[in-house]
């Protein structure tokens, strides 16, 4: 079982920045790639950013060049760096980690305002 726990979000304005971090624990050998989704009012969950294992990452095309991903293996945590932030930004965000299951945290509130 694998538990993930996020913190960092909170409310900013236009064009302020937020870093979200997301620990993984509990018992596992690997994890192959961790990530942050979003999920705003009305909307589906969707992709911010996920990196892997070996350093690969990838972007929404919303927040390329605003947000950046990385990752501390030893810690077993993910970072997520939001610059630039919009309101449109504004959002749940999810942590993911992908083992042999996928496994998903409690959700991290994002407001940002105009």
């Known amino acids: 079982q694998v538990q993930l726990v996020e913190s960092g979000g909170g409310l900013v304005q236009a064009g302020g920045s937020l870093r979200l971090s997301c620990a993984a624990s509990?018992?596992?050998?690997?994890?192959?790639?961790m990530g942050w989704y979003r999920q705003a009012p009305g909307k589906g969950r969707e992709l911010v950013a996920v990196?892997?294992?070996?350093?690969?990452?990838n972007y929404a095309d919303s927040v390329k060049g605003r947000f950046t991903i990385s990752r501390d293996g030893a810690k077993n945590t993910v970072y997520l760096q939001m610059n630039s932030l919009k309101p449109e930004d504004t959002a749940v965000y999810y942590c993911?980690?992908?083992?042999?299951?996928?496994?998903w945290g409690q959700g991290t509130q994002v407001t940002v305002s105009s």
């Open positions: 993911n980690a992908q083992l042999r299951l996928t496994y």
């Open positions: 509990g018992s596992f050998f690997s994890i192959n790639a």
């Open positions: 990196i892997t294992k070996g350093g690969i990452t």
